[in-house]
């Protein structure tokens, strides 16, 4: 199932997609769904180290 999505998954959409959500985080750093879609993007897009420290992020912002 997640190799269908990586496949279909271009790098410019990943790329642009990733770049939206970290310009929303700029702004916004408080913004959790956008941590959680920039994670999930990392993680289909097979970038492990980048989605562990969101995710990483995302749980801590959750517990404050």
């Given amino acids: 199932f997640v190799g269908n999505w990586r496949r279909r998954l271009s790098r410019q959409n ?15 750093p408080e913004h959790l769904a956008a941590r959680v879609r920039l994670g999930r993007l990392y993680l289909l897009g097979n970038a492990l180290d980048r989605a562990a420290k969101t ?10």
């Fill in 14 to 28: 990943f790329g642009a997609a990733a770049g939206s959500y970290l310009s929303v985080l700029e702004e916004h």
């Fill in 55 to 64: 995710a990483d992020e995302a749980m801590k912002q959750k517990s404050c």
